[in-house]
């Protein structure tokens, strides 16, 4: 079956552009997290949800940062006024259950903010 | 805060070395821990786990011991192949404390020559 998906890819924007990244989980698993890769580094937590209800908001790092899922399927991380310093990897993971900590990662979009 | 501690890359060995890759942990429940890895362009897969302690996850010829008098999950395996070449992670899920998400180390690049 397929697996997590994310567009774009690749994103190339100007600083103060707002940009959304897409998250397609693996069909039916109930759970989404949103990470952040710097380059050299481990995937840092940044928000997640359980189905469409958001748990977690910790990580996002300021209120320019936002993450919606309001299906309870896709989900939308939308940064607001992109600064040098939010170029990263923006990786997306989805799990089958609530407080499965088993998580399956999608490709990632990389975000280049000039 | 939960943290994850992973041996400072990189790391190359030659094809059939041995190899470890040293992984430390701080939490403050009780986790669960796992190794994800990366090969190049590809996003990350989840390698092993184990959930409670003197548990060993393995897959493909990896090992890992979960010590929770060490508190550590090191990677091991016997004998490594130019294909094993890739950034592994070491990361913990402290369900008990709370949260639902992951916790990464830096990551270890290795490089495994013919």
């Known amino acids: 079956g397929a697996g997590v998906s994310q567009s774009p890819r690749y994103k190339v924007t100007k600083r103060g552009q707002d940009v959304a990244l897409r998250c397609d989980p693996i069909?039916?698993?109930?759970?989404l997290y949103w990470y952040r890769q710097a380059l050299g580094q481990g995937p840092e937590f940044l928000t997640y949800f359980n189905y469409e209800a958001q748990q977690d908001k910790s990580g996002l790092p300021n209120d320019r940062f936002s993450a919606e899922r309001p299906e309870g399927s896709i989900s939308t991380l939308t940064i607001q006024r992109t600064e040098q310093r939010d170029s990263a990897m923006y990786r997306c993971a989805s799990s089958s259950r609530v407080r499965d900590n088993e998580q399956f990662f999608g490709p990632g979009t990389r975000l280049t903010v000039l | 805060g939960d943290s994850v501690t992973q041996m400072e890359g990189p790391v190359t060995l030659s094809e059939e070395a041995f190899l470890t890759i040293n992984c430390t942990y701080t939490?403050?429940?009780?986790?669960?821990l796992f190794w994800y890895v990366q090969y190049p362009g590809e996003g990350l897969q989840l390698l092993l786990k184990?959930?409670?302690?003197?548990d060993k996850g393995s897959n493909k010829g990896f090992e890992a011991t979960y010590r929770k008098e060490t508190t550590s999950f090191h990677l091991e395996k016997g004998s490594v192949q130019v294909s094993d070449s890739a950034v592994y992670f070491c990361a913990l899920s402290d369900l008990g404390g709370g949260s639902e998400k992951l916790v990464f180390g830096k990551g270890t690049k290795l490089t495994v020559n013919p």
């Open positions: 184990a959930t409670k302690a003197d």
């Open positions: 939490a403050t429940g009780y986790p669960s």
């Open positions: 069909s039916g698993h109930v759970s």
